[in-house]
């Protein structure tokens, strides 16, 4: 079994910051990448951004220059700092991670979400 455990999120006004945090345990083999995703109601969870093992990263054009992703692979943690946000930043966001429990086996895990409000 894997746990994906979030904290962060909340309300902040309109240009103010958020830094949510996300630490993978149990059975963990490997971890492949993590990041954070995000979703309003009625529509799809989309990629905020990602990092794998290597440190290649991606970001959503919609928050590029504004939110940096870092991981600390000993810790098997990921964070995401949340710059300049904007009322449309508001989102449950959840942590992703695709972790290896064996030589041979691949899952994709997810947090249980944490919401982040923008509003003034």
């Known amino acids: 079994q894997v746990q994906l455990v979030e904290s962060g999120g909340g309300l902040v006004q309109p240009g103010g910051s958020l830094r949510l945090s996300c630490a993978a345990s149990?059975?963990?083999?490997?971890?492949?990448?993590m990041g954070w995703y995000r979703q309003v109601p009625g529509k799809q969870r989309e990629l905020v951004a990602d990092i794998n093992a290597g440190g290649g990263i991606k970001y959503a054009d919609s928050v590029k220059g504004r939110f940096t992703i870092s991981r600390d692979n000993a810790k098997n943690t990921v964070n995401l700092q949340m710059n300049s946000l904007k009322p449309e930043d508001t989102a449950v966001y959840y942590c992703n991670s695709r972790i290896y429990t064996s030589t041979t086996r691949w899952d994709d895990y997810w947090g249980q979400g944490t919401q982040v409000t923008v509003s003034s």
């Open positions: 149990g059975s963990i083999f490997q971890i492949i990448s």
